[in-house]
């Protein structure tokens, strides 16, 4: 059974920087792209960033230059690294595997 469990979210400031790291259970990481996602208020649910298993990665236009992911596969784990937050970054943060979804862990930027 594949379990992805983020970690790492919480209340700072505008400015601020935070790492989300989402660790997967299962032999599927390695070999799967992995992402992290937000939903904003009475949205669908969008594309933050992504990695695939060979490292390329692509970005949300919102989040580029001031967002990284980055991928351990030794640990089963994905990052993302968030500088230079602003209050419109605020959510639910999700990390996708396949087809599989984390809990969500929730990033709230204060002005």
């Known amino acids: 059974q594949v379990q992805l469990v983020e970690t790492g979210g919480g209340l700072l400031q505008a400015g601020g920087t935070l790492r989300l790291s989402c660790a997967a259970s299962?032999?599927?990481?390695?070999?799967?792209?992995m992402g992290w996602y937000r939903q904003p208020p009475g949205k669908e649910r969008e594309l933050v960033a992504a990695i695939t298993s060979c490292g390329s990665t692509n970005y949300a236009d919102a989040v580029k230059r001031r967002f990284t992911i980055s991928r351990d596969n030794a640990k089963n784990t994905v990052y993302l690294q968030m500088n230079t937050l602003k209050n419109g970054d605020t959510d639910v943060y999700y990390c996708?595997?396949?087809?599989?979804w984390g809990q969500g862990t929730q990033v709230t930027v204060s002005s």
């Open positions: 996708r595997g396949g087809i599989h």
């Open positions: 299962g032999r599927f990481f390695s070999s799967n792209t």
